[in-house]
């Protein structure tokens, strides 16, 4: 059995110091440390709501929309174990009062099979794709792929046997510190191939978009216009919240969704 419940708590407890770990990770040595112990062998990629990507045009509501949640979809079918955890450990951790707390991550593998049931329960392959939907129903957004940090809090493994599906918001997820963190780390979780986040000239200067708005603090207004800088992972949440409809985000890659199952799968056997 993975970790006892005492041990969760403590996670949770420390969850406001994530931001002292992530600087110490620009540390020399200590960073090289941290690395190695949380991070290693780490792939995760951002997949962009999916009603507000464009695939070189937009998309309508059809049954042949190419989604970014059909990545995740892939592993639910391909995987043979699928848990659920009762709660979100960063909304639970951080008192959420805008997202579900009760909306926590599905892991996918045989390592799943290692968490303390008291923390979560195993489901079918239908349970978890209807989890994610509600999950989508709610505002978060899915991020998928290795996290070695969830073996390291879970007590599972091996990591080649995980894959996680977490389901984020921008005001309690755990890689709010990305802008902090080293950047050989910070590379490890990456917007989808051939995500393009813009500003239009219908933007306003409102500034909507840079109120807690974004995972990464990739916006900000310079004179009267939004700016998109590196950092951005194309959530697509700018998109969603523009009063103006301003804000676009695009997919110039049309296989996207193979080219994101084909970074993933060498890292992760879910079968």
Not at 77 to 104: E, F, L, Q, S, T
Not at 221 to 247: H, T
Request: glycine fraction near 10%.
């Amino acid at each position: 059995m993975g970790r006892p419940l005492w041990f969760v708590e403590i996670v949770k407890k420390g969850f406001p110091g994530i931001f002292i770990i992530a600087r110490l990770t620009k540390v020399p040595i200590i960073g090289r440390i941290l690395d190695r112990w949380l991070f290693k062998g780490d792939h995760m990629i951002y997949l962009p709501r999916d009603r507000v990507v464009q695939v070189d045009r937009e998309i309508g509501e059809s049954e042949q929309m190419i989604l970014p949640s059909r990545v995740a979809e892939y592993f639910i079918d391909k995987a043979n174990y699928h848990w659920i955890m009762d709660v979100c450990i960063c909304r639970d951790a951080a008192g959420c009062k805008d997202y579900p707390v009760d909306r926590g991550c599905l892991f996918l593998g045989e390592a799943a099979l290692g968490i303390n049931p008291k923390l979560g329960r195993r489901v079918t392959k239908e349970e978890a794709r209807q989890h994610l939907s509600s999950c989508r129903e709610a505002g978060l957004v899915h991020i998928v792929g290795r996290n070695k940090l969830d073996t390291v809090w879970l007590g599972v493994g091996p990591g080649n046997k995980l894959l996680t599906i977490c389901n984020c918001c921008p005001c309690c997820c755990i890689w709010r510190v990305l802008p902090y963190i080293a950047p050989g780390i910070g590379e490890k979780i990456r917007k989808i191939p051939g995500v393009t986040v813009s500003v239009t000239d219908r933007c306003t200067g409102c500034g909507t978009c840079t109120e807690d708005v974004c995972f990464v603090d990739a916006i900000r207004l310079a004179g009267d216009r939004a700016v998109i800088g590196d950092e951005c992972r194309g959530c697509g949440l700018c998109v969603s919240v523009c009063p103006e409809r301003a804000i676009e985000i695009s997919i110039d890659d049309s296989q996207f969704i193979e080219s994101s199952i084909n970074r993933l799968s060498p890292l992760v056997d879910v079968s």
